[in-house]
């Protein structure tokens, strides 16, 4: 009797129909306002309502039963699972994709130490297509480190990651206990949506990436929270102040994000019309804009708009299309097959079955519009779809909770659950065993330099390394593109456009300094010169010596190769 009346306190309401986004019919404001009040309400003040049903004699009764079958769930999961993110933010070294790196950590350095030159870095930043609110980040706590007397590449990499592994803990926390509030998940449902948000290994290795997809959709997902824990009456314009910065935060770390909020506004104008709210969020996000074009203005040395050279240059010129067109299903089989088979496969499964049941959901209207414009676009990427794919631990949740609930507890059920659980956590420790490939090149590299000589670094024009590559997006010539972020500060660079060349800077720079070349092709051949191997592998040693079967392990890096290059003695014998 008591868990009947409590229901029915949740969720009867006379005369309206509760709409799947939460809303009510608005003819009548004053009982749609209190329903909505209603459905608000904390746990604790559910329980206290409740309590107050009853007469005097009866509350002992009743409070027993509230502790037993209503009381706030613990959750402790999280202090496990935020220590699992803590170790990928220190562990997961490396980059997802090259933009991670190049328009963010080399424009950083670029400002922090004048290498690379504009010349040599990717074709964005010559149209000034690339915010500059992330580089700013980036300057900023290097130059921190720098007065402290402690920056390393290796440093400012970490604390970055740290950074983002804390902002997505505090995004995913705090859109779990708004789902709560206002009754999109119960305490249980709670507890399963950080469990996966903070253990499934995907999520886990996104969460510390410091990529503009990374911190978009974590400032998108503060944004919905904030929204959900926001009163209905009180402080309205406040709160829409500080929704605008979050929405503002957003668009200035990556423009594509315009389309979700563009999706919100529209759910916002149909379904929730407070004007006061809207404008504190229009004022903010406008602030937002003003500081992005002072980061862009910061890095690019003259005034410009971003986001309008990004559009022409992308949209209108086509540049994105020289990556490649990919099909419209393009995302129907990429997503299960970078995230897994069966991961993957959750996940769209999951998204559009919320979609479909919930078309008038607030989370409908923000993420469908963003994925829509990311399909019609015809180069895409997995990546893309990042800051959406924060939000798949609420959809998977929501699925499992329409189940029947004698389909989850089946035998068969569960021990494919059981399977997936330990598939998961194998996948998370390999990706912790193994470091990123790029940053054990560039840690060979720099121990190179510990030999006291100075060091020379050379290689071929035409030749892609970690270190540089070719580039011909605007030119039908190809530009070098260099990388100096992670390589040796007091080190001499010097390109050549043929193995003769090269084979006579050799002869002049190993008088001085010990020279070795960075190579794409594994058996270079450089006249006049003798070439040693330098032996390096992302793979612990045990794994090579052990379980190098047909030398798998080498071939993953068989285009990254570093030789000891020096003069024959016989050709400077000949020379002389």
């Not at 009853?54 to 009764?61: G, I, L």
């Not at 809207?278 to 004022?283: C, R, V």
């Not at 209207?365 to 779809?385: D, M, N, P, S």
């Amino acid at each position: 009797l008591l868990e009947r009346i409590y229901r029915e306190m949740e969720h009867y309401r006379p005369f309206e129909h509760r709409r799947s986004d939460g809303t009510y019919n608005r003819s009548l404001l004053g009982r749609a306002a209190w329903y909505m009040e209603q459905d608000d309400l904390t746990l604790g003040e559910k329980n206290a309502q409740f309590l107050k049903l009853f007469h005097e004699e009866d509350q002992r009764a009743v409070e027993d039963w509230i502790c037993r079958n209503r009381a706030e769930e613990p959750y402790t999961v999280p202090r496990r699972d935020r220590k699992s993110t803590l170790l990928y933010a220190v562990l997961s070294t490396g980059v997802y994709h090259p933009d991670e790196h190049f328009q963010i950590l080399e424009y950083a350095h670029m400002k922090l130490f004048g290498k690379p030159a504009p010349e040599q870095l990717p074709w964005e930043y010559g149209l000034k297509m690339r915010p500059g609110f992330q580089p700013m980040i980036a300057y900023a706590v290097g130059k921190l480190l720098l007065f402290a007397g402690v920056y390393s590449p290796h440093l400012l990499a970490l604390l970055l990651r740290l950074f983002s592994g804390a902002l997505s803990m505090w995004a995913v926390w705090s859109f779990g206990r708004a789902a709560v509030r206002r009754g999109w998940l119960g305490p249980s449902g709670r507890n399963w949506f950080l469990g996966l948000s903070f253990g499934l290994w995907m999520l886990v290795y996104l969460h510390v990436r410091f990529s503009s997809e990374i911190l978009a959709g974590n400032l998108l997902m503060l944004f919905v929270s904030f929204y959900l824990l926001s009163d209905r009456d009180r402080g309205v314009f406040r709160r829409g102040l500080a929704l605008g910065l979050l929405a503002g935060g957003a668009f200035v770390a990556r423009y594509q994000i315009g389309f979700a909020l563009l999706g919100f506004g529209l759910w916002m104008l149909a379904f929730d019309r407070r004007w006061r709210m809207i404008a504190g969020m229009l004022l903010s996000f406008s602030l937002m804009i003003g500081a992005g074009v002072l980061c862009d203005r910061w890095l690019y040395g003259e005034w410009t708009c971003t986001p309008l050279n990004y559009l022409t240059e992308n949209m209108l010129h086509g540049h994105i299309d020289t990556f490649g067109i990919d099909p419209w299903y393009y995302y129907l089989y990429a997503i299960p097959l970078e995230g897994g088979i069966v991961f993957g496969g959750v996940v769209l499964a999951a998204a559009a079955w919320f979609f479909v049941r919930y078309p008038r959901h607030m989370l409908t209207w923000t993420l469908l519009l963003f994925l829509a414009a990311h399909q019609a676009i015809g180069h895409k990427e997995v990546r893309f779809l990042f800051p959406a794919l924060l939000f798949a631990p609420f959809f998977i949740v929501r699925l499992a909770e329409s189940l029947p609930p004698d389909f989850l507890r089946r035998r068969a059920v569960r021990a494919v659950g059981v399977v997936l659980a330990v598939v998961n956590g194998m996948i998370m420790i390999a990706a912790l065993a193994v470091p990123g490939t790029n940053i054990c090149f560039f840690d060979r590299v720099e121990r190179l330099a510990e030999s006291g000589r100075p060091l020379a670094l050379v290689h071929l024009r035409n030749q892609n390394t970690y270190y540089c590559y070719n580039e011909a997006i605007l030119d039908s010539v190809p530009r070098l593109v260099m990388s100096y972020y992670w390589m040796p500060a007091d080190a001499a660079y010097r390109t050549f456009d043929s193995a003769e060349e090269l084979g006579r800077g050799v002869r002049e720079l190993s008088s001085s300094m010990d020279v070795y070349l960075l190579s794409e092709d594994p058996e270079p051949e450089v006249p006049g010169c003798t070439l040693q191997r330098v032996a390096w592998s992302p793979f612990p040693k045990w794994v090579t010596t052990h379980f190098n079967f047909n030398d798998w392990a080498g071939r993953s890096i068989r285009t990254r190769n570093i030789f000891r290059i020096s003069p024959d003695s016989r050709a400077v014998a000949r020379q002389e």
